[in-house]
T-cell receptor, first 111, second 117 residues
Framework: DAKTTQPPSMDCAEGRAANLPCNHSTISGNEYVYWYRQIHSQGPQYIIHGLKNNETNEMASLIITEDRKSSTLILPHATLRDTAVYYCIVRVDAGRRALTFGSGTRLQVQP | NAGVTQTPKFRVLKTGQSMTLLCAQDMNHEYMYWYRQDPGMGLRLIHYSVGEGTTAKGEVPDGYNVSRLKKQNFLLGLESAAPSQTSVYFC????????????????FGPGTRLTVL
């Protein structure tokens, strides 16, 4: 299984960009990088995913290194509502479409 | 469009009691899942279903049973509750598209907080 390593916690000032790193050095060629977040006590929410190229949507940007061994989720202008646990997931069981969650990074956006 | 809903939101059980958690989705998704989340930890897969009438075990299936009699509903049963099953339970659903496309976006419900005394 492709493992991910994320820092347990990070702080970010409101209005600034939040850059959340993820290491996934054992990722295989057909595995995607997914990011979800979980705001306190709520169900996880999909943010973005990618394979090789950088991706951007209305919520965030995903930067994947050329060797695919690491990635960074960027929240361009963090708000207090972005305070959450962010999960980087690369192991996806193609047979059952399940997700394997690690411990994630707890992002605290400071006013 | 309600998305994924879960019933009940909270429940307290005594050891040995039984209960059923209901998950419903209105997105016509083929795949549905039950996860549990213990304090300070990530989600772990209990059971899942790839279509009406089919179910399969996940990582932590012991002590739970599931049924998917209708496409939109996925039920999680605890036959004899134990304190170790105190947790927050999340249901999720997704389309069956995927394979090489990797589009495994899952939609999660708000959770059921279960305490077993």
């Amino acid at each position: 299984d492709a493992k991910t390593t994320q820092p347990p916690s990070m702080d970010c000032a409101e209005g600034r960009a939040a850059n959340l790193p993820c290491n996934h050095s054992t990722i295989s060629g057909n595995e995607y990088v997914y990011w979800y977040r979980q705001i306190h006590s709520q169900g996880p929410q999909y943010i973005i995913h990618g394979l090789k190229n950088n991706e951007t949507n209305e919520m965030a940007s995903l930067i994947i290194t050329e060797d695919r061994k690491s990635s960074t989720l960027i929240l361009p202008h963090a708000t207090l509502r972005d305070t959450a646990v962010y999960y980087c997931i690369v192991r996806v069981d193609a047979g059952r479409r399940a997700l394997t969650f690690g411990s994630g990074t707890r992002l605290q956006v400071q006013p | 469009n309600a998305g994924v809903t879960q019933t009940p939101k909270f429940r307290v059980l005594k050891t040995g009691q039984s209960m059923t958690l209901l998950c419903a989705q209105d997105m016509n998704h083929e795949y549905m899942y039950w996860y549990r989340q213990d304090p300070g930890m990530g989600l772990r897969l209990i059971h899942y279903s790839v279509g009406e009438g089919t179910t399969a075990k996940g990582e932590v299936p012991d002590g739970y049973n599931v049924s998917r009699l209708k496409k939109q509903n996925f039920l999680l049963g605890l036959e004899s509750a134990a304190p170790s099953q105190t947790s927050v339970y999340f249901c999720a659903s997704s389309y069956s598209r995927g394979g090489t496309s990797g589009t495994y976006e899952q939609f999660f419900g708000p959770g059921t907080r279960l305490t077993v005394l």
